[in-house]
């Protein structure tokens, strides 16, 4: 079968990587794809929103599987705009469409829909530019901080954590008045604040039967020590040591299963990935968000701790069979540290030669902003690239991708010192 994988970054050539080992898989292409991806399978220069093109390029290259890797397409209505030509009647396609994919592309969407099926989250209310008054004189009745959520898609950026009262009114005003996120903050969710620890539970599902991927912790601030600004994800970790077999049995009878049985319910037909991300406050699970894709670093974990074959996984959620599927899992751990381009998340620059990423190394390095360039590898975004060690424990992994870290370098390469610390020493608690 030929597969195609649209998208660009680390989860991508994570995904890449996996299904280029399937006996299943005879050529496999991705678009845009990166100067990973370039070394498994071919790129072609497309963008994952030019449905026509897309199209075209399934019916060229006899394409048999689609797997939607970023949030954009799906959003957008690419499953819709694929069903709805005959020429792609026996497509299958890993991905909802529009419709389930309201659960990432509106915050407000996903809250109603956590409330209609008693699904545990933080107390919240939603507010436009015609309701402001109510939604200051909200904010007033809120403990501090305040979480405020911009609606629609904002490249990871619309959401914001306040800690004083009068900064929250003047950002909720900026961001419904002033539209400071564009259209996304056309709508904001204003939320209360749950203290507790993250993780990212990862389901794949036909819309009726699902599997339960490896959990991760992912981190999101720059700096060490959870400093500094959010990113999309500066490394993660993979199994996390506080969600043990009590916890997660919680997060399956609380979360995953009235998740499903809410889309079954609503007629929200769902074939793909749903990650939840959570909050365990006290030992008790709370859902933060949805997104209707992988997470990205969070995939540069999960997947290498996948034993079982990811297309037959892949072609059970796309033919509604999952409860024929069969998921084995790793014992081991897995811990990815991202680099970065020095500025990132601000200004940064691109065209930097990267040097030592093809040394060898028991590392998994996946490339994320990377292209090829008169045979160099260059930088060409924040986020570059990866490297990923799995161990026996989460010290072992975790050498293995610091010393592969160690071994690249390109002029102002940026990492975090600390990925999975704060997990060790729970570990020794």
Known sequence: MNILILGSGGRE???AKKIAEST???RLFVAPGNAGTAQIATNVPLSPTDFEQVSQLILKENIG???VGPEDPLVKGIRDYLEA??????LKLVGPGKMGAQLEGSKDFSKRFMQRHHIPTAKYQTFTASNLADGLKYLESMSLPIVLKADGLAAGKGVLIVEDLEEAKASLKEMLVDQKFGAASTQVVVEEF???IELSVFVLTDGQHYATLPEAKDYKRIGDNDTGLNTGGMGAVSPVVFADAAFMKKVEERVIKPTIQGLHQEAIPYKGFVF???????GEPYVIEYNVRMGDPETEVVIPRIESDLVELLLACAEGKMEQAELRISPKTATTVMMVAEGYPGDYEKGKIIKGWDTPTKAYIYHAGTKLSNQEVLTNGGRVMA???MGNTLEEALKISYEAVNQICWEGITYRKDIGKDLQRLLVS
């Open 276 to 282: 939840i991300g959570l909050m365990n406050v006290k």
């Open 13 to 15: 050539h994570a995904l």
């Open 65 to 67: 599987l689609v797997v």
């Open 387 to 389: 490297a990923t060690g």
């Open 24 to 26: 299943h898989c005879e």
């Open 85 to 90: 030509r005959p020429e792609h009647k026996n």
């Open 194 to 196: 749950l203290e507790g």
